[in-house]
């Protein structure tokens, strides 16, 4: 199920364009705020949901067969701006470089159509392998309105 979950996001974000080369004072096309900041958002002390290896695999295999060759086009890739939002929608990218090869992506949505979810962070790591990007790890965690008010893998109520 998470298989065919993954495919039809990935095949429906394949018609969209790129939007993350924008500077943090852009908008999108829906004129929601896209920034992009240095700093780490996550703490040692939060829960994430890790994404299948498999599915990483996947994801790597439509990177190739796409030819995303910059690592900001494979965060746009999967996790997309939300074109249905209430208004108060932003999506901010923070870019941690852990070595020469590597680096860190946070993206945090908040203002999603889901009332119950504050906000969703997706943290992936790239790395540069024979001058092609390609993804280590996906992980992601949960800060909702109701329940947890803190960053945890568990979901929204």
Request: aromatic content about 6%.
């Amino acid at each position: 199920m998470k298989r065919e979950v993954l495919v039809l996001m990935i095949a429906s974000v394949l018609s969209l364009t790129s939007c993350m080369n924008k500077s943090s004072s852009d908008k999108n096309e829906d004129n929601a705020p896209v920034s992009v900041t240095t700093e780490a958002l996550s703490n040692s002390a939060e829960t994430f949901d890790y994404l299948d290896n498999d599915l990483i695999i996947e994801l790597n295999d439509l990177i190739v067969k796409n030819n995303i060759t910059q690592d900001e086009d494979i965060i746009s890739f999967y996790i997309p701006q939300q074109e249905q939002t209430e208004g108060n929608y932003s999506y901010t990218v923070s870019i941690k470089n852990i070595d020469k090869a590597t680096n860190e992506y946070t993206v945090v949505e908040t203002g999603l159509p889901d009332d119950s979810i504050e906000a969703i962070k997706t943290i992936i790591i790239i790395e540069n392998k024979n001058n092609l990007p390609v993804v280590v790890s996906i992980k992601k965690n949960y800060r909702c309105y109701r329940g947890h008010k803190e960053w945890s893998a568990d979901k929204c109520d």
